[in-house]
């Protein structure tokens, strides 16, 4: 089991830059494949990233959705059982709840919100034009 928890979320103007924060509780960081979704209002929960890890290369590799790929980058911080999604060049159309998630193994790289067992309570992201 893993609990969750986003923080960073709030107002912002477009093409300006923020950073959400999810930190990890419970056991075994290292055993979940990270993503982060977003939900906009009247929307379905969709896919923006999803950081893996290998305890065998010590590594990660990062998905990312279309829509926010060369503008977002998601890091992890294992020693702190935190992820993270910077967020730049923001839209309007990037406000949303966004929400983190994790799942195992922590080599998977789902992009369906439905592989993910585990969640937080979303953080709101609203930007500005």
């Known amino acids: 089991q893993v609990q969750l928890a986003e923080s960073g979320g709030g107002l912002v103007q477009a093409g300006g830059s923020l950073r959400l924060s999810c930190a990890a509780s419970?056991?075994?960081?290292?055993?979940?494949?990270m993503g982060w979704f977003r939900q906009a209002p009247g929307k379905e929960r969709e896919f923006v990233g999803v950081?893996?890890?290998?305890?065998?290369?010590?590594?990660?590799?990062?998905y990312y959705s279309d829509s926010v790929k060369g503008r977002f980058t998601i890091s992890r911080d294992n020693a702190k059982n935190t992820v993270y999604l910077q967020m730049g060049s923001l839209k309007p159309e990037d406000t949303a709840v966004y929400y983190c998630?994790?799942?195992?193994?922590?080599?998977?790289?789902?992009?369906?919100?439905?592989?993910?067992?585990?969640w937080g309570q979303g953080t709101q992201v609203t930007v500005s034009s």
């Open positions: 950081m893996t890890w290998s305890g065998i290369t010590r590594s990660g590799t990062r």
């Open positions: 419970g056991r075994s960081f290292t055993n979940y494949a």
């Open positions: 998630a994790a799942r195992s193994p922590a080599t998977s790289s789902a992009t369906t919100a439905a592989m993910y067992p585990y």
